[in-house]
């Protein structure tokens, strides 16, 4: 499920709705939010039928904010997406803070924008989660936080007791040098044939070190550091040394693939599948693969996944 940050497909069609980049939706209020449920070959034919829903509605524009490629057994992807009329709205630029013990609780993506000063820690049991935000904000106060965000929560044993982890902040905190989670890869061909076109093109391409949006600060802690969170794409090294990078619905849909895969088996956990994906993608001579489609068969209980390779 790709739904925590603002997604945008990239794709051709004659509808007249045009679709908004991401700055143009964040700035805008939309008139009506649609979902839409269907079997679509391809990310841009899921576009495709987003654009010709606005037009039916007399939308202006759309932009979509997630698309659900997880498909269980049917296959269907369910796309959601906003939709504005010419004249919308400018959106509301206030963000309405919680507050405990006079500091603020920040919003992943304005907390993942700014850098901590430290991090605190408490550990007990809390019977609800405004318990855990009044020890946190309290521990916070005494190091002279302004603000705070909690980046870490989990159980410390069967008895209910948690761990919980939060990055502090001062009012003056510096903005982080970060950049969108859908950028295209620096060193795939789509990504040099955007910086060799230059212009709107060239700024879809990641910045090599600059961080995800996505991904918090590590220049106070590295606790959390995962495949997955450490500011670039999730990837699979192989036995011998080569690594196997795999793209979101987004990105994906930024570039053109020169292959598919289809395999059937069966797989403990989604990390199973991706090493298998990452293993077909080699031997093909990929760099990149998107999983397009997982469904379970019925007969035998195997999952088969259609895989998008790039280079």
């Known amino acids: 499920m790709l739904a925590s940050t603002l997604l945008s497909l990239l794709a051709g069609n004659a509808f007249a709705a045009k679709e908004l980049t991401p700055e143009q939706a964040a700035a805008l209020k939309p008139f009506e939010r649609i979902n839409i449920t269907g079997r679509f070959n391809a990310i ?62 920040l919003p992943k993506a304005e907390a993942y924008r700014l850098e901590p000063f430290d991090t605190v820690t408490v550990t007990g049991f809390f019977p609800s989660q405004p318990d855990v935000n009044e020890a946190i904000s309290k521990a916070a106060k005494e190091k002279g936080a302004a603000s705070f965000f909690i980046v870490r929560q989990v159980d410390a044993n069967t008895g209910g007791n948690q761990f919980i982890t939060a990055y502090i902040y001062k009012a003056d905190a ?58 670039k794409l999730y990837s699979v090294t192989l036995p011998d040394g080569r690594e196997i990078q795999e793209l979101n619905a987004v990105t994906a849909a930024q570039m053109q693939p020169f292959d598919t895969v289809t395999f059937s088996g069966h797989f403990g956990t989604p990390t199973e599948v991706s090493q298998e994906a990452a293993k077909r993608a080699a031997g093909k001579g990929a760099k990149f693969y998107h999983i397009t489609r997982q469904w379970q068969n019925q007969s035998g209980g195997n999952l088969t996944v259609t895989a998008d390779l790039f280079k």
Do not use: H
């Not at 906003?82 to 919680?98: C, G, H, I, M, V």
């Open 44 to 105: 841009g034919d899921a576009a495709d039928a987003v654009s010709k829903r606005a037009d039916e509605l007399n939308a202006d524009s759309y932009y979509i904010q997630g698309i659900n490629d997880s498909n269980g057994n049917s296959g269907n992807w369910r796309v959601t997406a906003d939709l504005y009329k010419a004249n919308a709205p400018k959106a509301s630029q206030e963000t309405d803070y919680r507050m405990f013990n006079g500091l603020k609780e």
């Open 174 to 231: 510096k903005q982080r040098a970060v950049q969108s989670p859908d950028s295209i890869p620096a060193d795939s061909q789509a990504g040099k044939a955007a910086l060799a076109a230059g212009g709107a093109e060239a700024k879809k391409v990641e910045i090599p070190g600059v961080a995800s949006s996505e991904t918090p600060s590590n220049s106070v802690c590295r606790f959390f550091e995962t495949q997955s969170s450490t500011g």
